[in-house]
């Protein structure tokens, strides 16, 4: 037959009810009563100290199959399963089974007085329990004893609780083991507490696990995380959270160390076969742990899998991870709930979650509300808000106040939320500080707060700093703030090292410089690296009779990048490229739209394009535009289209502004055509 266990759990109220749903469900290791009741963080760790009652392993009518102790026989189950809970509760507990049991107790069964005693006890009879379950230990019964431990604690006698527990723990009950290591732990005794948990761990108890995790992980011993994953494995809800947040805070510091770059553009990264491969690893186990806790009601396993999730795309399954986790009461997941839907274009159940998670005090859903309804037009409404960060505790409240002054030209009133938060640690605020004094001109009082910002890790203040010293001509220190910002991925200090280890000549440091920066988006970035690139390739020769054109190089793709972002010097290079293939359509696309922004050269170029398909009136339009920017060849085109036309007078006038913009060749040219014109015109 199969007996009933004499696993135990601890109860956070010291009320016995009825299991859990998720325990009755067939839960490894699930104690007979349970269910923990008033859990207001939703883990499966008891409170210390208190312990479920367990049955007994017989039955009423039956004198074969009690737990024995001090030399008696302990029988077991068929199967060899030792002490595990019992799973026919609801069948016991009825009027007449307990009468059954109350009969065959009063005829000095014991394995019914152990039934019958466990059976009072849970339902809180502790004056009829007592006599039945010391009868019942009086007579070997081990998880008796463990039973009388239990109630000794309800009527608050821990001592003589702890002396039944050893006896039940020498008679090899692992809840009774645990019960007892539990006990030594609250007086201090680690020694003992270890060596109590230890024994019910290595029975396979997964509280007696659990909690000798716990200790170990108290005292930052390694072994731990092998207690948490038998924990784990036996299905206990709060080991499984707390493995998956062990592992996945050390995948994060694991991807962190590695420091990936990213890919250039357009190119792909290799296998990673080191530590960022192992880390993703530990992030797919801890995923895995996560959703076990996370199935089993753990509201913060459901916002932690549905962080995971998020990060890689799966959104739809991250968000029903977040919305179980919202609806158990979990505010930080109906925050991320909110932005899930708020990126997905749904602002008005964004809003719904956001509201409910500020209500319940989380600042970052406040500071969202605000968000939304500065960006709404609404400053008073989101000022209420950012408030109300504040009240919350985050800091973030009043640098968003800051923001909000600043945007209203409120300076006096940013500056004040601006100190608030970066007294109280906020990076950005400070450097945002930092800002509003300098531009008010207080230089001395801004570099202290860019110093505090950028020390603090802010990308923003390490490159504010680094344009302080380039206006003091510090160059040296300068480059040591764009490096560190440019380490960071700072765009645009990633320009300015380029920039100057080029002048330095050091090529390769810039190329990688200008690389970065290019990819992050600077169109002058993706300029200077063409250049860089362009001057390394060895000067076309003329294209062979039927020679196919030739595929773009790797610079003619970053020429046509920042051309594409509107760099007027790209333009042009592209349209020469362009015109060098023959292709003058795309030519004169990309040479107008560097003459409509400005560029004079593009002008100067449209304007031979068009001349060279006859169309001279637009041409010396374009020409005109590009000499009035200082172009001298566009000056010496425009006198020698005069001369042609007879306009002597006109002529002469272009070909002194020729000779004063330069250079050199078409100085001389213009000085002779001038004089030409001058003996035309006193003939």
């Known amino acids: 037959m199969e007996f009933m266990g004499d696993r135990t759990t601890l109860l956070e109220t010291g009320r016995f009810v009825r299991p859990h749903a998720d325990q009755a469900a067939g839960a490894p290791n699930a104690a007979l009563p349970a269910a923990l009741t008033g859990r207001a963080d939703l883990t499966a760790e008891p409170e210390p100290g208190r312990t479920a009652v367990v049955p007994p392993r017989g039955t009423a009518g039956h004198g074969h199959g009690r737990d024995t102790i001090g030399g008696r026989t302990d029988s077991r189950t068929t199967s060899g399963a030792g002490d595990t809970a019992g799973a026919n509760v609801d069948v016991v507990e ?20 152990s039934m019958l005693g466990s059976m009072l006890l849970r339902r809180g009879d502790l004056d ?12 070997g019964d081990r998880a008796a004893a463990n039973n009388l431990g239990v109630l000794l604690h309800q009527r608050g006698h821990p001592d003589e609780a702890a002396g039944w527990w050893r006896i039940a723990a020498v008679a090899g009950s692992a809840a009774a083991a645990h019960a007892l290591g539990r006990h030594f732990r609250e007086r201090g ?17 997964a509280l007696g696990a659990y909690a000798l995790a716990d200790l170990l992980e108290h005292r930052s011993d390694v072994g731990a995380e092998r207690w948490l994953r038998a924990a784990a494995e036996q299905g206990h809800r709060e080991a499984s959270y707390r493995l998956a947040r062990m592992l996945d805070l050390r995948a994060a510091d694991e991807t962190a160390r590695a420091g990936a770059p990213s890919p250039s553009p357009g190119r792909t990264a290799g296998p990673d076969t080191g530590t960022g491969a192992r880390a993703l690893s530990g992030l797919d186990e801890a995923a895995q742990w996560y959703r076990q806790a996370a199935a089993r009601g753990h509201r913060r396993a459901a916002l932690h899998l549905g962080a995971i999730l998020e990060k890689r795309g799966e959104l739809k399954e991250a968000g029903r991870w977040y919305l179980t986790s919202a609806k158990d009461g979990e505010t930080r997941a109906a925050c991320a709930l909110g932005f899930l839907l708020r990126d997905a274009g749904d602002e008005e159940s ?15 859903a406040a500071n969202a509300l605000g968000a ?13 808000w950012y408030r109300a960060a504040m009240s919350a505790g985050d800091v973030n409240g009043a640098y968003n106040l ?34 509003l004094l300098l531009q008010a001109g207080d230089q001395v009082g801004a570099e202290p707060w860019f110093s505090k910002a950028a020390e603090a890790g802010s990308v923003d203040a390490a490159f504010n700093l680094g344009i302080l010293y380039v206006g003091r001509d510090d160059d040296r220190t300068a480059l040591k703030w764009y490096e560190r910002a440019a380490a960071a991925g700072h765009t645009e200090a990633a320009l300015q090292v380029g920039t100057a280890r080029l002048r330095e000549g050091d090529e390769q440091t810039a190329e990688r410089h200008l690389r970065c920066a290019a990819g992050g988006g600077s169109a002058e970035a993706a300029f200077r690296l063409a250049t860089l690139l362009d001057a390394r390739q060895p000067p076309p020769g003329p294209p062979a009779l039927g020679e196919t054109t030739a595929a773009k190089t790797e610079c003619e793709e970053w020429y046509e990048r920042a051309a594409e972002q509107g760099h007027r010097r790209a333009q042009v290079r592209v349209g020469m490229l362009a015109a060098g293939r023959g292709d003058v359509e795309s030519a ?5 739209e560097a003459a409509e922004a400005g560029s004079r050269n593009g002008a100067f170029n449209l304007g031979l394009l068009l001349a060279r398909d006859g169309n001279e009136r637009e041409a010396a339009l ?10 001298g060849r566009a000056a010496l085109r425009l006198a020698l289209l005069a001369a042609r036309r007879g306009e002597l007078a006109e002529g002469k006038r272009w070909c002194a502004r020729a000779e004063e913009l330069g250079p050199s060749e078409v100085t001389e040219r213009a000085a002779r055509l001038r004089d030409a014109l001058h003996q035309e015109l006193t003939a």
Do not use: F, I, K
Request: with cysteine.
């Open 128 to 139: 009829g329990a007592e006599p039945y379950l010391r009868g019942a230990t009086a007579a």
């Open 94 to 113: 009825t009027a007449g089974a307990e009468a059954r049991h109350r009969r065959a107790a009063d005829a000095g069964d014991t394995a019914a007085m």
């Open 588 to 592: 004169a696309r990309w040479y107008r």
């Open 622 to 631: 374009w020409w005109t535009r590009a000499a009035h920017a200082g172009h």
């Open 350 to 364: 964004a809003a719904v979650w956001w509201l409910r998670a500020a209500q319940e005090g989380d600042g970052n």
């Open 372 to 384: 939304l309804h500065a960006a709404r037009g609404e400053p008073q409404t989101a000022e209420r």
């Open 402 to 435: 800051g923001l909000l002054c600043t945007a209203q030209d409120r300076t006096a009133q940013a500056e004040q939320w601006y100190r608030q938060a970066a007294y109280a640690g906020h990076r950005e605020a400070a450097n945002a500080l930092a800002v």
């Open 189 to 205: 005794d680690e020694t003992a507490a270890e060596y109590w948990l230890r024994q019910s761990a290595e029975q396979g108890h």
